[in-house]
């Protein structure tokens, strides 16, 4: 019950999260409700559903102009695959050949940013629907149909009904690590997954003819916004133990409807939400969602029974375990190399928007520190999911899970003192202490001393005081606190991988 809470009252300041979720429930209908009143078949009203939920999942770009051109462009990637993949339908080896190439072309177009993102996870998912409807070349027209009036629906909702970014942008996903050849993060993934895909295909196809493309589905999300070994291997624990949860869910929920349409409409109305809203928070829960969503629309097709939802089961332990020996054998990449990459990073930006802040106090109107701010909130989200291996609970290491638990904590602390610093630079009544520019000299030298691995991080003479917070210096304790923080993870940051515990 507590991990419930935990998930479902986790922070959503300004209630982006509930607005989103509820503005997705509203697409995702509008979208099938227009179908239904062209007429279209069940199977085309289904698509047009599953289309305005990708539509609106995927595109994330920073700003609302670029949000709709990617918007436009999903035709162009979708309506090409969906030919392809009907037209091939019965033809299982150039049907998997070009799947294959497919889902290459999807995760190396995520070098292109969210764009390539969004565009490259709409082609996977457009070959994917075909196989979990059975589409035929006879119904492409109407697939088209579906698939254009759901990308209108998806539109008309996030940008004229309920523009939720106008008002709150969307934050900018942080850029990949970067790399040549194969080194670059895109290219590696890109051969992991399709070799992943491959064994899970052949495996798949071993298990059942009909459903195979659950193990290749399971390979792709598995490797959404993932990097190293270690993330691909907890996100595909969370994958199977979504889907468990979620078999067990369509056994007590979808299995004795049978398909009742108004009130699977409903419960599937419930799911999107469910998607939407945990997704940010909990993988598992957010895959608890889709699996339960899937058994509905399953129900509808008149195809649902316990051994398709056991069926799902192994297909989706078989893609999990074909993600896992990919990223362990194929150009592997070590959690702790992805890790400190990450951490770094977050490092550089608090000493960018430190800089910014006292500049800004100091009269440079140009200086501004919430760019700065905005970015180090999402290279910290980055690094909590780069870490998330080390501090699961079923990690046989207690040093490491100390370690980063450690660099977690304090990285935090690191961000609220930045973002009080931020807060303060925009007033433009506060006051510019003189003792201000060395206490940012300290913070920039800890970050040189953390990101150069030169010598220890000097200890911080001057510690945060309740004089410096109440006596008309709120900046200066901020960044002296900051100063402080900086100097606390030299510790966990310099200990190398392994055994590592805090003494009290």
Sequence with gaps: MQKLQKYFMAP??????????????????????????????????ITAGLAALLALFTVGDSTVRRQAVTTALLPTVGFPVLALATLLHDVPLARDTAWLLVIFAGVYARRWGPRGH???IFAFMQFFVTQFLHALPAQLPELYAATGVALGAAAIVRFALWPIERRVPPPTAPAPLPGAGLGRA??????????????????????????????????????????????TLVRGF????????????????AIPLGGAPVVTALLVAVCVFGIFYT????????????????SLLYGLLGVLDGSLLLLRVAETGVGAACAGLAVTLV???????????????????????????VRRLAGEEAADPA??????????????????????????????????????????????????????????????DARLAAACWRVEA???????????????????????????????????????????????????????????
């Design 238 to 253: 969370r994958r199977v133990l979504g889907t468990v949860t979620g078999i067990a869910a369509g056994f007590l929920v």
């Design 118 to 120: 969004a565009l490259g």
């Design 446 to 504: 800890a970050v040189e001393a953390l990101t150069s691995r030169e010598g220890a991080v000097e200890p911080d003479g001057h510690a945060r005081t309740e004089s410096d917070a109440h006596a008309g210096a709120p900046a200066l304790a901020h960044a002296r606190g900051l100063a402080r923080v900086l100097t606390e993870l030299d510790v966990p940051l310099r200990t190398p991988p392994g055994p590592w515990v805090v003494r009290s």
């Design 279 to 294: 997704a940010a928070v909990s993988y598992s829960w957010m895959i608890l969602a889709v699996t339960v969503m899937a």
């Design 186 to 231: 895109t290219t590696r993934q890109a051969v992991q997954v399709a070799v992943a895909s491959g064994a899970a295909l052949v495996i798949g196809q071993f298990l059942s003819e009909e459903r195979w493309y659950w193990a290749v589905g399971t390979v792709w999300w598995i490797f959404v916004n993932t990097a190293s070994r270690g993330e």
């Design 12 to 45: 959503d300041p300004g209630r982006v999260r509930l607005r989103v979720s509820l503005r997705a429930v509203l697409g995702v209908a509008f979208a099938v409700a227009l179908a239904e009143l062209l007429g279209l078949s069940l199977v085309a009203s």
């Design 331 to 357: 150009l592997p990449v070590r959690t702790h190399t992805t890790n400190d990459a990450w951490i770094q990073r977050a490092l550089l930006c608090v000493r960018s928007a430190t800089s910014a802040s």
């Design 371 to 432: 760019p700065h701010a905005a970015e180090l909130e999402a290279l910290l989200g980055r690094v909590r999911l780069s870490l998330a291996p080390l501090v699961h609970p079923l990690t046989p290491f207690r040093g490491r899970k100390q370690r980063a638990r450690r660099v977690l904590v304090l990285l935090d602390e690191a961000a609220r003192e930045v973002r009080g610093l931020v807060a303060v630079a925009a007033d433009p009544d506060a006051g510019h």
